[in-house]
T-cell receptor
Framework: KQEVTQIPAALSVPEGENLVLNCSFT??????LQWFRQDPGKGLTSLLL?????REQTSGRLNASLDKSSGRSTLYIAASQPGDSATYLC???????????FGAGTRLFVKA | NAGVTQTPKFRVLKTGQSMTLLCAQD?????MYWYRQDPGMGLRLIHY???????AKGEVPDGYNVSRLKKQNFLLGLESAAPSQTSVYFC?????????????????FGPGTRLTVL
């Protein structure tokens, strides 16, 4: 059974710092991996999606990497800003293509 | 283009009551999903649909039923609500069909429904 773990559960950093959020999964047979952002009381917003054949994806200050063999993904945020404060969720879709397993998330707080 | 919308936004039920949550998407997506989010547990898939008229069980389907009579709508029903069903419910959609094969891509989420069962 696929399990997704995100470490750390919470993180507080000063503005301008570069940071890395970690996601690990137990079954390497995945279809894709997606990173989401969730603001308090809101829905999820997709940040980056990495297909199983890809190693990384980039969007602006965000870079996500995928290492299927080790069951790991990282989300790198460059030059963090207070507006980046949110919960970041990692989600793995299985090779059947429809079932998605989420991690519990990392709560990020960027101090001005 | 409204994306994914959910109705209602909030609801309080008494144990044993029934209700239906409505999800609508205007992106012509093939796939739709219902999740529940509980503190410290992340999101868990309840049911999903790979096309109009089809539904399938997810990770935590017990106590819920779904229907997808129209491609743009996905309904989640609670026949006899229980306090354990107190949660935030999210609907999502994905997949634009191209040629003979659906293309499974980014999931787009609705704003959520906060349900409390007393």
């Amino acid at each position: 059974k696929q399990e997704v773990t995100q470490i750390p559960a919470a993180l507080s950093v000063p503005e301008g710092e570069n940071l890395v959020l970690n996601c690990s999964f137990t079954d390497s047979a995945i279809y894709n991996l997606q990173w989401f952002r969730q603001d308090p009381g809101k829905g999820l917003t997709s940040l980056l999606l990495i297909q199983s054949s890809q190693r990384e994806q980039t969007s602006g200050r965000l870079n996500a990497s995928l290492d299927k063999s080790s069951g790991r993904s990282t989300l790198y945020i460059a030059a963090s800003q207070p507006g980046d404060s949110a919960t970041y969720l990692c989600a793995v879709r299985d090779t059947g293509g429809f079932k998605t397993i989420f991690g519990a998330g990392t709560r990020l707080f960027v101090k001005a | 283009n409204a994306g994914v919308t959910q109705t209602p936004k909030f609801r309080v039920l008494k144990t044993g009551q029934s209700m239906t949550l409505l999800c609508a998407q205007d992106m012509n997506h093939e796939y739709m999903y219902w999740y529940r989010q509980d503190p410290g547990m992340g999101l868990r898939l309840i049911h999903y649909s790979v096309g109009e008229g089809t539904t399938a069980k997810g990770e935590v389907p017990d106590g819920y039923n779904v229907s997808r009579l129209k491609k743009q709508n996905f309904l989640l029903g609670l026949e006899s609500a229980a306090p354990s069903q107190t949660s935030v419910y999210f609907c999502a959609s994905s997949g634009i069909k191209r040629g003979a094969l659906p293309y499974t891509d980014t999931q787009y989420f609705g704003p959520g429904t906060r349900l409390t069962v007393l």
